[in-house]
């Protein structure tokens, strides 16, 4: 089946562009001597993570939601990475749960009171958790700060429940600034001092191996810092143009990527001249005021069209030249892939525009 | 169990406010002569839909797209509206499956092609099928042009296996016009013109029954519309800070409504002094940069609390007073309930705060 015949809204993923980007980012990570923890928050699909896994050179998954971390386990999957504190008895529960069903399920902490439920827990389950010390990169969303960092880093390794396994530090503010040139000043300086604390806290316990962070925005700058370990690139994979519009850098030209995934639509009703109105609005492309999505075809950019939200069910499609016709397929770029992404329950993966399989995307909360 | 004891982000809905709006717009509508057609585009959830017949006074359920309308009609519902039209021999063989599950599914068009198409799939399915002309309101989105319909409208006649019930005129762009007086004005201008149209196609059809519009912005001012047959109200049953925001008129007083559906989330992170972290980001709570969702506690805004998304899953919590701990509940309003309602797998339904039921978001599409 032809992808246009595919009935829309819908994401089309072509396998070979996104292999291309898995080999790439795999290739480059080993060259530097880094592992990488592919981030499932972009896709929240299983199917996807086990591509990315058989890409190579891979420590395991992260996730960012402990619902995905236990879809990640029922995928099969063993080795999971939790970047964001889990929080609360049901969250506690669920994490046990995982536990039992990986190899190693590592999740992060920020806070000596959670510590304290997690070692509880640990203790009632018998077990031994593996966890890394969560670093706020300046930005005061999760992590302890650099300097109360050696204290609390003690503090957990203390707890015998608990099994301090590194750190991670991972700047999500700094992965869209434009200037590829203040994207790396400022994430070398931030994972610099997240350096400083990975050292300082390996000194008193050896068994330290992991430094995780970084993303697809400043990954190419990120390889340069010695003592990261691991890189939890997400959108690398899929590519959306939020990204593709960054500046980029020899290492990690963007354009090198590709553009592997895109919405499909179909015009619903052409009355207009100038503009056409197609079935996909808030609800199947996430809204990014600042960056509308881009429409293209075979994979290129359409000059002197453009797209507009137009109400939760429908887009405003202004054309150049012929007008479309009733039922014309209208592709759009996803301008941020990880919540337009989750918008939608099936990802079509074709080959040469040909639909070859259909993958759910199962990591959402049921 | 108590709502604070759910596993976050997660939907709540307070089931006495809920029946509160159900029975306030039946009993304003029956008291103008006119039925609803509550719109399932609002919250698909085939339980509201359910309790919004229970309510009383309507005529069917709309549905915005042609997966919705499937779903209702699984669901058991046999009047349906589908309020934009169905292009493409998928959606229209989704259609022909609706059509006999339903009692009566009707099917709005704009476009003559799109009902040839519809004739003949009508013809080799057996069925004649009910038609509501599609109007555009000024608005572009989907419609014929008020100049235009009337030759449409003969047209569509003619067709053996389309029956014309009525029309459809739905001014989307005027349900958030601040201003009641504007508001009332262009809604009034805007049907007034429908009703002209209905008037004409009638003269030729008698059969002519329908005249379908309206939404909760303008519904009180709609009511006086006197050729208005139903109203496509949809956020009235659940309210969003939006709507609420509105200014209203006598008649329509959204002080009378009431939000029964917010959003719980959960403290994750409490390192900072000023805000907290929260587990609802932009995948639980949709993205309204102009009027960001207000943080309540048993139904009432809570001043000087504030908050922001702050990334894919998590928010920004500015607090005042003392600093929640963590796992605190921090419920948030639904600034637009259509597509957050779109991010949930359930929404928890609950009276005096305490859970007693658990309805599937099921009409999103699979």
Redesign the interface.
């Known amino acids: 089946m032809h992808k246009h ?1 595919l ?2 809204p819908c994401l089309v993923l072509e396998l070979s562009r996104f292999e291309a980007n898995l080999t790439l980012m795999a290739r480059r990570a080993a060259a530097a001597g880094k592992l990488l923890r592919p981030h499932a ?1 972009t896709h929240k699909c299983s199917q996807i993570a086990l591509h990315q896994l058989a890409g190579g050179n891979c420590a395991g998954i992260s996730a ?2 402990m619902s995905e971390a236990l879809g990640l386990a029922r995928a099969g999957i063993e080795n999971i990475l939790i970047t ?2 889990v ?2 008895a ?2 506690i529960s669920d994490l046990m749960r995982c536990q039992s069903l990986c190899r190693e399920c590592i999740v992060v902490l ?2 000596y ?2 510590a304290l439920e997690l070692q509880a827990n640990a203790a009632e389950n018998n077990i031994v958790l593996p966890v890394l010390l969560d670093l ?1 990169p300046e930005m ?6 650099f300097e ?1 960092a050696p204290e609390l880093g003690k503090a957990i390794s203390a707890l015998p429940r608990l099994c301090l396994l590194g750190i991670q530090c991972y700047a ?1 503010h700094l992965q869209h600034i434009p200037s590829a040139t203040q994207r790396r000043s400022e994430s070398q300086r931030l994972l610099h001092k997240g350096a400083d604390i990975f050292k300082l806290l390996r000194a008193e316990n050896a068994a330290l191996r992991i430094f995780s962070g970084s993303g697809t925005g400043t990954a190419s700058f990120d390889l340069q810092i010695e003592e990261l370990t691991e890189l939890q690139v997400g959108s690398y994979c899929l590519l959306d143009s939020e990204y593709a519009a960054l500046e980029g850098e020899r290492q990690l030209n963007f354009n090198d990527f590709c553009a592997a995934i895109s919405l499909m639509s ?7 001249s100038g ?1 056409v ?1 197609v ?1 996909a609005g ?2 199947a492309l ?2 990014t ?1 600042d960056s509308p999505p881009l429409i293209t075809q075979n994979a290129k950019v359409m000059p002197g069209w453009r797209y507009e939200w ?5 887009g ?1 499609v202004y054309y150049s030249g012929e007008k479309p016709v ?2 014309s397929k209208i592709e759009l770029s996803l301008p941020h892939c ?2 337009s992404i ?4 099936f990802i079509y993966v074709t080959q040469k525009d040909q639909v070859i399989d259909k993958w759910p995307v199962d990591l ?3």
Chains 1, 2 share one sequence.
């Not at 137009?310 to 429908?314: Q, Y």
């Open positions: 015949e009935s829309t928050k960012a939601t964001s504190p929080v609360g049901d969250k920020d806070n009171e959670n706020d005061g969303r999760t992590g302890v700060s109360q999500g179909s015009v619903v009703s052409n009355n207009q503009h109105t079935d808030l609800k996430y809204y005021p137009f109400g939760d069910e429908h405003k009733l039922n990880d919540p989750n918008l939608h329950e959402k909360k049921r």
